[in-house]
Every structure is written in structure tokens, then in C-alpha cells.
């Protein structure tokens, strides 16, 4: 029975996450990021500078009022569309990449219209020292608009390119960043699968239950890391750990003592991390450490949520006349180390050390709140 509603959960969890694997576009994803902001006004500038020395057709004709002018409207109308396409950046990633971009597009070209349409209103306003309707005319309101669209032009074929270059950039660094976490699994999975097996079977005579829960855990420990990159909570990758641990517990018995401390449990709902972080670090600490040492070893493993930082320290003992370990355990640190790089930037670190046969790995990130589980 249990078997049966375990076998009903798997088909239902694999239909939900194939139903949430659209190819998503990386085209306006984290648009509010400063790095972008400022990417997008420097060069904002330089078009700027372009159109001025266009328009004067030569340097000495240049006004600097004139250049500042320029400098202000074009970066208003670029900060205010990333502002707007970050708003609305959920919208953006449900439609496909050509929408996206021709909906953006044409968003860009009304703001030029509002921009222009609304600098008018406030020169025609102080022009005149009396509030006079005559003074709006059309001409008046709409002056210089068949200019400012021939410049939102240029500026929307700039930004969208720019976008479609960055997007073209994220999916070659996240290409090349899976290709190799694939390479690494490939690696890692094959030993782990055959003591797992191994174990079950020398089970399912003595203890057929017990059997059973360790194939439910490999089961979902391997539909895990077949998954795409993404962020899961704290708590879930956690969990993924467990399962993982209880595994290794059946094959290592009492060899295997894991610590878990989590000063602050009620937060690990709200604080995301790089799927599979722990794992593989908890399987370096059991395969180069646990495993080479005969008697009762201890892993523990800390985490410490700060105001705006997650620390995450794991120890675990090894020998230290193997020289083996420390390059196993410095695949799978530099591995980590590009995901993290990949979401966190320069905000994420992870550091390794080794003394009194203790082996010290320190991951370290400024975390993302999420929506915690009331």
C-alpha cells in the first residue's frame, strides 16, 4: 500500500514539475539589479553624446546644456522602462521571448510619447504666467514628438539588443555551469547507486520495511538531481540531506554520527539556496572522511542565519597521510563554488581548511527572503 500511494505521489510530482519547466528567457530576468542600471546609463551617455554631436555636426557647435539635456531625457526614459519591466517581470517571463521583446519594445516608444507630451505641458505652463487653454495646443503639446520617437527608436533597437546580448551571455553561463554539475553527478552517482543497492538488498530479507524506505529515499534523492538548476528553501535541502544521511546510516551504521545544529529553524522556510549545495558536501565529507576511518566518526553540520547572511560550516574527520581527499573534496567545492557564483555573484563565498584531522568547509551567502511557511 505504501508502495502504491508513493508510486501515485512520484507521478504527480513529475506531471507538476514538467508542467513548471517552460523554456523561460533570461531576457528580463533581475532588471532592477544596480549592475544592469549602471551598464544601461553609462551607455545611455554615450548614445547621447552620438546624437548630440549628430545633431551639431561638430564639436565646437557643442553646448553643454545641450548635452546634459540629451544625457537627462535619455536616461529617464531607460531607467523608467527597467523600472517598469522589472514591475512586471512575472508577465514578461510567462510570454514567449519574441512578445516579450515587441511588447517592451513598443513600451519604450510611449514612454518617449508621455515624456515628450508631458515636458511640453510643464514649458508651455511656464511660458505663459497666465493658465490660458489656447496656450495648449496640439502643436504646442506634441511638438518635437516625430524627433523623440526617431530617437526612442534607436534607443528601444539599443536596449533590446543589450537585452538580447545579456540573454544570449546568462544562457551560455548557465549551458556551461549544468554541463558541468552533469559531469560531476555522473561521477559521484554511479559509486553512491551501487553501496545504496547493495545495502537494500542485504535488507530486504532481514528488514523488508526498512528496505522499502531506503528505496523511497534513493527514488527521490535521484529525481532530485536530475532536476534543473534552481533555488529551493533551506528547510528542502535539508531535507534532501536527510534522506541522503539515512541512506549512508544503513550501510555505515553506528560508524556514522551526524550533528545537525539549526539555531534558527523557524527561518529555514524563508531562505532559499542553490539546489543540491549540502548534498554533495556531505557526500565528499562521508566518502573521503567517514568511509577511510574504522571507527565512530562525527559530521556536523551548522547553520547560522544571520540579519543578511547564511553560514553554513561543515566538519567531518580524515586521515591526513591521504592525499586523495583533499582533491575529492576539491571537486566538489569548486563545483559549489560556480553555482553559487551564478546566483549569488561576489556575495557568496566557500572556504575549505584541514587541521587536527578535521576537515572545515565554511559556505557563505547573502541569502533572498522567501515567502516563509506561516
Request: aromatic content about 12%; glycine content about 4%; charged content about 15%.
Amino acid at each position: 500500500m505504501r508502495s502504491k500511494n508513493f508510486a501515485r505521489q512520484q507521478i504527480e510530482a513529475n506531471a507538476t514539475y514538467r508542467q513548471g519547466q517552460k523554456t523561460s528567457a533570461y531576457v528580463f530576468t533581475n532588471m532592477g539589479h544596480w549592475q544592469y542600471i549602471v551598464e544601461l546609463f553609462v551607455a545611455s551617455c554615450v548614445l547621447a553624446l552620438v546624437l548630440v554631436v549628430a545633431k551639431s555636426q561638430s564639436l565646437q557647435s557643442i553646448w553643454s546644456f545641450n548635452v546634459l539635456q540629451y544625457i537627462i531625457y535619455i536616461n529617464w526614459v531607460v531607467i523608467a522602462f527597467a523600472v517598469i519591466v522589472n514591475y512586471f517581470q512575472a508577465f514578461f517571463n510567462r510570454i514567449s521571448q519574441i512578445k516579450g521583446l515587441m511588447i517592451s519594445f513598443l513600451l519604450l516608444q510611449l514612454i518617449v510619447i508621455v515624456t515628450t507630451f508631458s515636458l511640453n505641458v510643464v514649458e508651455a505652463t511656464f511660458c505663459c504666467h497666465t493658465f490660458n487653454l489656447s496656450n495648449y495646443t496640439a502643436a504646442r503639446l506634441f511638438d518635437g514628438l516625430t524627433l523623440h520617437l526617431t530617437y526612442g527608436i534607436l534607443l528601444g533597437a539599443f536596449c533590446l539588443r543589450y537585452l538580447y546580448i545579456r540573454d544570449q551571455w546568462q544562457r551560455q553561463q548557465n549551458s556551461e555551469l549544468e554541463s558541468r554539475i552533469q559531469a560531476m553527478q555522473a561521477r559521484i552517482q554511479p559509486h553512491f547507486l551501487f553501496n545504496s543497492l547493495n545495502s537494500v538488498v542485504s535488507l530486504i530479507t532481514i528488514d523488508p520495511e526498512k528496505a522499502e524506505d531506503a528505496l523511497i529515499n534513493l527514488s527521490q534523492l535521484f529525481r532530485v538531481s536530475f532536476q534543473q538548476l534552481r533555488l529551493v528553501t533551506l528547510a528542502e535541502e535539508i531535507r534532501i540531506c536527510k534522506q541522503y544521511i539515512a541512506i549512508e546510516k544503513i550501510r555505515l551504521a553506528d560508524r556514522l554520527n551526524v550533528t545537525w545544529r539549526l539555531p534558527n529553524p523557524k527561518y529555514l522556510d524563508a531562505i532559499q539556496i542553490p539546489l543540491l549545495s549540502l548534498q554533495p558536501l556531505l557526500e565528499n565529507s562521508i566518502f573521503h572522511g567517514v568511509e577511510r576511518i574504522s571507527g565512530l566518526c562525527e559530521v556536523s553540520i551548522l547553520v547560522e542565519i544571520l540579519d543578511t547572511r547564511v553560514n553554513i560550516v561543515i566538519t567531518n574527520p580524515y586521515q591526513e597521510d591521504m592525499g586523495s581527499v583533499r582533491q575529492g573534496h576539491g571537486i566538489a567545492l569548486e563545483n559549489i563554488k560556480q553555482r553559487l557564483k551564478a546566483y549569488y555573484g561576489r556575495h557568496a563565498s566557500l572556504q575549505s581548511s584541514a587541521s587536527d584531522h578535521v576537515f572545515t568547509t565554511v559556505l557563505s551567502y547573502k541569502y533572498l527572503k522567501h515567502k516563509a511557511k506561516e
